[in-house]
């Protein structure tokens, strides 16, 4: 969506397919960073968005066996926005379908699933879709795959990511809020679990990690010992663990990392989890999937301009991209072997022993301006250029 309209604007002709009727489902992911905010200002969207309900988190703090730490504090950011928005994807994605809409250049054609691609003899030339009117063929000089971890376009490209392998899921479920809320909290870890509670407005969308494929053991123990298992780590929780009553309430995700070795073909370019499936820590798909989107529109509107893109022109999305990519996945699988894993949170004592009262007091204040950096803005944020200005309405 994001670079239907980048292009649009710039007076390319671009269509977008949306496999559903509409946007409004259940998405896992609802933050939207201080990198996606600053592009926001630039496209003059900043008043639309603050007019959409969504609530705002500052710092972000973990519970850890017991033990309240902040280790990320948005505020030691520079520039206008230092805080991470809440907002339900389906909210986000119509503010930008109503932008989108203002171009004549832009096409977004909802309840169009994209099932292949066509070509014309070693070059994808276009996209084969499904509709409720039956099937479409669109050529196109780029055919961009953002179609997800589960890819169906990259899939029909023979491009196979490599699995860095993660070994948990997490189960989402939404809780009401609790009449006394505890200070904006990302998770509760203990001996036990791992516990993430993302507040919302009015209820919390949070979350269980659980070992990979464990899914069966925990229906086999029963919704009460699931319940049980949330208040344990999440002791505050036990007022509202009852709304959970049954099983079709709660989601599982299965979490991946994975990347392409080739993110491009002759004619395809594949971005965000289509290219890079990024685990759900410091929640930073969506704004990585997002980022992708203005490099693919910075490089590239030149040539889609003149109706012709190499694929070398493709290569060097991949290159200016890969490299925030490939820094960032580590860092989420070291926290999945750090903490982010079912009884991660024994490794502190409870109450914390006085060396490690120290180390914290020591390191926080540090670690809080890089994770800051590193989680609201990546390691490299783009910026819209200025040969992505507006064509004619």
């Not at 036990?238 to 979490?255: H, N, Y």
């Amino acid at each position: 969506m994001m670079l239907g309209i980048l292009l649009a604007r710039a007076g390319v002709d671009t269509i977008v397919l949306e496999k559903h009727a509409d946007f409004f489902r259940d998405f896992r992911g609802d933050t939207i960073h201080p990198s996606t905010i600053d592009l926001l200002d630039q496209l003059g969207l900043r008043e639309k968005f603050e007019a959409i309900p969504h609530s705002t988190i500052h710092t972000l703090d973990v519970v850890v066996n017991g033990n309240r730490l902040t280790p990320v504090d948005f505020s030691h950011l520079k520039g206008r926005n230092r805080s991470i928005a809440l907002m339900p994807q389906w909210d986000f994605l119509s503010l930008l379908a109503e932008e989108g809409a203002k171009y004549s250049t832009f096409h977004l054609m909802m309840g169009a699933e994209a099932a292949g691609l066509m070509h014309d003899g070693d070059r994808v030339s276009g996209v084969r879709a499904s509709t409720a009117d039956g099937p479409v063929s669109i050529e196109a000089a780029l055919t961009v795959a953002a179609d997800g971890r589960d890819s169906t376009l990259r899939d029909a490209a023979g491009l196979v990511p490599k699995d860095y392998g993660v070994a948990i899921d997490v189960l989402w479920f939404r809780l009401p809020r609790t009449h006394v809320d505890p200070p904006d909290t990302l998770a509760y870890l203990d001996s036990e679990s791992m516990i993430v509670t993302i507040p919302r407005a009015d209820y919390y969308q949070a979350g269980m990690l659980i070992r990979k494929g464990d899914f069966p053991g925990v229906q086999e123990a029963g919704l009460e010992e699931f319940r049980g298992r949330i208040v344990r780590s999440a002791p505050f929780l036990a007022e509202v663990v009852s709304s959970l009553t049954g099983w079709d309430q709660i989601k599982l995700l299965t979490v991946q990392v994975d990347r392409l070795e080739r993110w491009c073909q002759d004619g395809l370019l594949c971005i965000g989890d289509a290219a890079h499936a990024m685990s759900p820590a410091f929640g930073v798909g969506i704004n990585y999937a997002i980022q992708d989107a203005v490099a693919s529109a910075n490089l590239l509107v030149g040539s889609l301009r003149s109706g012709s893109v190499t694929l070398e022109d493709l290569a060097r999305v991949q290159n200016r991209r890969l490299k925030p990519v490939a820094l960032m996945q580590p860092l989420q699988l070291m926290v999945h072997k750090v903490i982010a894993k079912p009884g991660g949170g024994a490794f502190l004592a409870n109450p914390m022993r006085w060396w490690q009262r120290a180390v914290a007091a020591a390191t926080l204040p540090v670690a809080r301006r890089v994770t800051a950096r590193i989680v609201g803005r990546g390691f490299r944020p783009e910026r819209i250029e200025a040969q992505l200005d507006p064509g004619p309405l």
